[in-house]
């Protein structure tokens, strides 16, 4: 980098100075030009790329010293100007230069608490471009290649959140060119995976045989059937932190109901074909018209069969059952979600971490919702049907005791007369 000096004196204009050619001339004019020195670095300090130091002239009587400038940049030479011209016109530009750098730095900070406020009434929608740009501001602090704090965060400034975050197996994802961010169906692959003792981002199926008594892979065979019955229920919510990508993407659930309905249908079919001995009662076949915390067993089929209001309690059971069915599958995927965010990278992510908690809490609601509707059918089972039924029972039981007349008649006097000889 070039330098450049200007020599400003021994000392202050019309004060004596040590005169070249005398016997204490070398020792007076060093102390002179050191007072000097300080006096003008109190009071006119030099600006940045500019220093004070005393050089030594020759002279045909001898060598002199004087106190010099030297400016690093040619640039700060007209600033060096002024301030050797008007001291006053230099500091009025010099606090005017401090007073736009404050204000700009002043805007910048309100413009980013202005993001963060938009960021919170949004629902968050772009929380995750400022976690993008904290990691890339992470990684360019920890690259090494920028000397100060500004470098590092113009550099993540520019990434635009392009790098993505890290996300569910280390990997980084939502950012250009990478897969989005699911909530929903990462977290609960991750869930289904370390529950089977899997890595978290497997997506083999398990067999009967490798499942164990594992409850997660009895009820879904492999994590994309997780997932599928998840975000059917939940929605997704997919999110991105590219520069031109949609940021935020959501899928809407259809909730626990319509899947009863379904699961109710099914039950009934299979229900009416063991009554109606379509098809054998074997286990698999009982397993199917039943569900884990509502077995049907040979005797409820049997049953089934000689009852006289066969329709009605067949489907009310099959009602019961695709009820306790969904609730059954509700709860495991509550446990496979919690277990899900604690895998480290969905952890280490607040935002993730609040978002699971919100969709545990939607299914949670759907539980409750579900629970409340097997207590109200319970506390109906009671209704005029019922009653008529058993007040049926109660008359059938107690009429036992009354005689019967023969329905042939003169059974006995036929039975007693001697029989006819061939």
């Known amino acids: 980098m070039s330098s450049q000096f200007l020599t400003i004196g021994p000392s202050p204009i019309e004060e004596d100075c040590a005169l070249v050619g005398r016997t204490d001339y070398e020792e007076r004019s060093r102390r002179e030009c050191r007072v000097f020195l300080r006096q ?129 197996g280390g990997d980084n994802a939502g950012g250009s060119g990478q897969g989005p961010i ?29 499942c164990g008594n594992h409850l997660s892979c009895q009820t879904w065979p492999s994590p994309q059937a997780a997932v599928e019955w998840a975000t059917r229920v939940l929605g997704e919510r997919e999110q991105r932190t590219c520069e031109s990508c949609t940021k935020t993407r959501t899928t809407p659930g259809v909730g626990l109901t319509p899947l009863i309905q379904e699961e109710y249908e099914t039950k009934l079919h299979a229900l009416q074909e063991l009554v109606t001995g379509v098809k054998p009662t074997t286990v698999v076949n009982l397993e199917t018209a039943g569900s884990a915390s509502l077995p049907i067993t040979r005797g409820v089929i049997e049953a089934l069969r000689d009852e006289p209001d066969q329709d009605m309690l067949g489907k009310r059971l099959a009602s019961e059952a695709a009820l306790s069915g969904v609730l059954e599958k509700a709860l495991l995927l509550q446990r496979v979600l919690l277990t899900g965010r604690k895998e480290p990278n969905v952890a280490a992510n607040e935002l993730a971490v609040q978002a699971v908690e919100q969709e545990n809490d939607t299914l949670g609601q759907e539980i409750n919702n579900l629970k409340l509707e097997l207590e109200l059918r319970r506390t109906l089972a009671g209704n005029s049907a019922l009653a008529i039924l058993q007040r049926h029972g109660v008359r059938a039981a107690g009429s036992r005791g009354i005689f019967e007349g023969d329905p042939t008649r003169d059974h006995l006097r036929e039975i007693q007369k001697p029989r006819s000889a061939p």
């Not at 993008?132 to 990434?159: C, F, K, P, Y």
């Not at 909530?183 to 009967?208: E, F, K, P, W």
């Open 40 to 168: 003008l670095e109190r009071q006119f300090p030099p600006p940045d790329g500019a220093s004070l130091f005393i050089k030594s002239f020759s002279h045909d009587f001898g060598a002199y010293r004087e106190v010099c400038v030297r400016y690093h940049d040619v640039a700060s030479l007209p600033a060096l100007i002024i301030q050797r011209a008007d001291p006053g016109l230099y500091n009025l530009l010099t606090n005017g230069i401090l007073q736009a750098r404050l204000d700009f730095d002043r805007s910048k900070m309100t413009c980013r608490a202005i993001a963060n406020r938009m960021a919170d009434m949004a629902g968050g929608q772009t929380g995750w471009d400022q976690l993008a740009e904290g990691m890339a501001l992470r990684d360019a602090v920890g690259s090494g290649s920028n000397a100060d704090a500004v470098s590092a965060v113009e550099q993540a400034e520019t990434n635009k959140g392009n790098n993505g975050v890290p996300w569910v």
């Open 182 to 210: 699911k909530v929903v169906s990462d977290v609960t692959r991750a869930g289904y995976n370390l529950l089977n003792g899997r890595n978290a981002t497997d997506s083999s199926s398990i067999s009967s045989g490798a």
